[in-house]
């Protein structure tokens, strides 16, 4: 009987054990990851707490040089604002915030501020400019008909990151625009209504990834265009109203086998400019300003090399001249 006994607890030994450490393997097994989780990574922004240096808005970024906003703001940009560590914002500056840019010296650790867009703020200075530089998070700098000058356009060479760039209407000259050369990553850039006239754009070539240009009624001629050939990263090219430009200007363009979307409305270009257009076999847009009969010509011609191109051709119309 009492060999029964031992053989007995014998058995539910052998069947407690591996019961008890399965239960332990179990609880290791869920109680570990619970204890190696962390909370969500967060960063806090620093703004003054008196005032405001605008609204922030939330970036979905489905290519890198067109991030597109949401239509209501995150938050003020004021005081303390809390948020996950992989957001990225734009900072929509008000025109009390780009009096004093300053406070932005406190947000140039996060990864966070991806658009600055000042556009139509007069407050805004090469100062602001300055201070705008030292975050090296942004890669969309949009600085539209703002007061910026040549002093300004240094600062904002000092932004390689740059990705997209729009400083029409500014008071930017050539000089200015030389200490752009230095943004090489640029994917896109809009300089329309600069007062460049004669300017060679030479400052544009190390521009390599280039994809996006905008000059219209800068006052710009054939030379400029010489330049503006060796961009053949270029997909859309506008040089609408700059009436120097002629056909010569647009044989430089040949060699643009990337360009898609060519401005050329209110230039001095005519139906010559037709060999140069069947040599870009990429081409789905084409801007014209000629008589109805040379317009009808060039879409005939063209749509036998490149059939889906759309050709929009408008008569000229005179318009006071920019540059006196």
């Known amino acids: 009987m009492e060999n029964d006994e031992q053989m007995k607890s014998v058995k539910l030994q052998k069947r407690v054990v591996p019961l008890a450490l399965l239960a332990v393997i179990l609880f290791f097994a869920l109680w570990q990851p619970a204890q190696c989780q962390h909370p969500a990574k967060q960063v806090v922004l620093h703004f003054p707490p008196d005032r405001s240096l605008g609204k922030l808005y939330r970036l979905k970024i489905a290519s890198p040089e067109n991030p597109t906003a949401e239509d209501s703001p995150c938050a003020e940009a004021r005081g303390n604002v809390t948020l996950p560590a992989n957001t990225k914002l734009m900072l929509k500056v008000s025109y009390e915030g780009a009096a004093d840019l300053a406070p932005l010296a406190k947000c140039t650790d996060q990864d966070v501020i991806y658009t600055i867009h000042a556009c139509h703020v007069e407050s805004l200075s090469d100062k602001s400019l300055q201070d705008i530089a030292k975050l090296k998070s942004v890669k969309q700098l949009l600085l539209t008909?703002?007061?910026i000058?040549?002093?300004?356009a240094e600062y904002i060479g000092t932004m390689p990151q740059l990705l997209d760039l729009d400083v029409h209407e500014t008071l930017i000259t050539a000089k200015g625009l030389n200490s752009l050369r230095s943004l090489t990553?640029?994917?896109?850039?809009?300089?329309d209504l600069l007062r460049i006239k004669?300017?060679?754009l030479?400052?544009?070539v190390p521009m390599?990834?280039?994809?996006y240009l905008e000059v219209g009624r800068t006052g710009l001629a054939d030379n400029a265009m010489k330049n503006v050939g060796k961009l053949t990263s270029l997909v859309q090219l506008k040089v609408a109203k700059n009436a120097d430009i002629t056909d010569e200007g647009v044989?430089?363009?040949a060699n643009l086998n990337n360009l898609q979307e060519l401005s050329l409305r209110e230039t001095g270009v005519t139906k010559k400019c037709l060999p140069v257009l069947q040599k870009l076999s990429r081409l789905t847009s084409v801007e014209l300003s000629l008589p109805p009969q040379d317009v009808a010509q060039i879409a005939q011609s063209l749509h036998k090399t490149n059939p889906g191109c759309q050709i929009q051709g408008k008569t000229p119309k005179?318009?006071?001249?920019f540059f006196r």
């Open 145 to 147: 008909d703002t007061d």
């Open 251 to 253: 044989f430089y363009l």
């Open 318 to 321: 005179k318009e006071e001249e």
């Open 202 to 204: 030479a400052c544009l």
């Open 208 to 211: 390599v990834h280039l994809q």
């Open 185 to 191: 990553a640029l994917k896109k850039l809009e300089l």
């Open 198 to 200: 004669g300017t060679d």
């Open 149 to 152: 000058t040549d002093k300004g």
